[in-house]
């Protein structure tokens, strides 16, 4: 597992998520289509009704990197 700040660039190793049940049940369907259609370096996003706040997951293989932006491969070879 690896998680980004996207706002700040920074590794971190721990947060928080407080959904509503409509946005529980939203990602909870989006990792099992990610999961089921076994493809590495797939991705879903995950907003708010208000589109103020976003989930990004991805799915990834750590040998296999190269479909991700650079500082993806970076935090998942480095966890920096």
């Known amino acids: ?3 980004l ?6 590794a971190i190793q721990s947060i928080m ?3 509503n049940i409509e946005e529980a049940k939203e990602l909870l369907n989006d990792l099992e289509s990610l999961v089921h ?3 590495l370096n797939a991705h879903a ?9 976003e989930i990004t997951v991805v799915i990834y293989n750590k040998e ?5 932006d650079k ?3 970076k935090l998942i070879k480095e966890n920096t």
């Open 1 to 3: 597992m690896r998680i």
């Open 5 to 10: 700040d996207l706002d700040n660039d920074k």
């Open 17 to 19: 998520l407080y959904l």
């Open 37 to 39: 259609k076994n493809d």
């Open 45 to 53: 996003h995950i907003d708010d009704k208000e589109c103020q706040h």
């Open 64 to 68: 296999n990197t190269s479909m991700l």
């Open 71 to 73: 500082r993806s491969q």
